[in-house]
């Protein structure tokens, strides 16, 4: 059973480009979340989906930054118009139906903005 | 509103010596905690959680963890401390009765093992 998994593990783009943040949970799992890891920091919230559904984005920045988690495939998060201060990991974890909250984490995506 | 606090930021004990991680909690609600560690340039991985059942908890590589309610805490100890202990801690808290709420994270304790 695979876990959950994030691609790329790293990303380079200049100040202004466009990076994409894949995430596939694990199978059975059709609750993801997304945080971001700023260096020397602990994690911080930014938003959770259900399939084809936002239930929370209370961690999002306002602006350049979305997600989406279709019917069919990964979920995406989107950072448009990268600036240095979006360098991080970026991690999506994933819970199934019912249980006890447990979310079991990718190993991240790493953004470095140039 | 829920958060977590991690006493120490770098911790530092000797191979063999008793690990000692502090986490204290602030919420409303009835809470589930969670111990993860992470290794450099990896994910996260859980030790261990609570979820109400008992309160003193049992996870993976010999580390344990007590729920104290009276003092909202989730103190995690090992032992002994081994090299491959070297990793950074998060506590994290989230609401149990309501499914699928995000976890609120304390800042870390960097933990280091010295020979």
């Known amino acids: 059973n695979a876990g959950v998994m994030q691609n790329p593990r790293h990303l380079v783009r200049r100040r202004g480009q466009e990076a994409r943040l894949r995430c596939s949970p694990m199978?059975?799992?059709?609750?993801v979340y997304w945080y971001r890891q700023l260096p020397e920091e602990g994690l911080k919230f930014m938003v959770y989906l259900q399939k084809e559904n936002i239930i929370d984005e209370s961690g999002m920045p306002k602006e350049r930054f979305s997600a989406e988690f279709p019917k069919e495939g990964p979920s995406i998060l989107r950072i448009q118009q990268v600036v240095r201060g979006d360098s991080a990991a970026y991690f999506c974890a994933s819970a199934g139906p019912g249980g006890d909250n447990e979310q079991f984490f990718g190993p991240g995506t790493r953004l470095t903005v140039l | 509103a829920q958060s977590v606090t991690q006493l120490g930021s770098h911790v530092s004990v000797s191979e063999g010596a008793l690990v000692l991680l502090r986490c204290n909690y602030s919420s409303s609600v009835p809470p589930y905690l969670f111990w993860y560690v992470q290794y450099p340039n990896q994910g996260l991985q859980l030790l261990l959680k609570?979820?109400?059942?008992?309160?003193l908890v049992k996870g993976i590589n010999g580390f344990e963890a007590e729920f104290k309610k009276s003092e909202t805490s989730f103190h995690l100890t090992k032992p002994s401390a081994h090299m491959s202990d070297a990793a950074e801690y998060f506590c994290?808290?989230?609401?149990?009765?309501?499914?699928?709420?995000?976890?609120?994270f304390g800042p870390g304790t960097r933990l280091s093992v010295l020979p």
């Open positions: 994290a808290v989230s609401d149990s009765r309501n499914y699928g709420q995000n976890f609120v």
């Open positions: 199978k059975g799992h059709s609750h």
């Open positions: 609570y979820t109400s059942a008992a309160t």
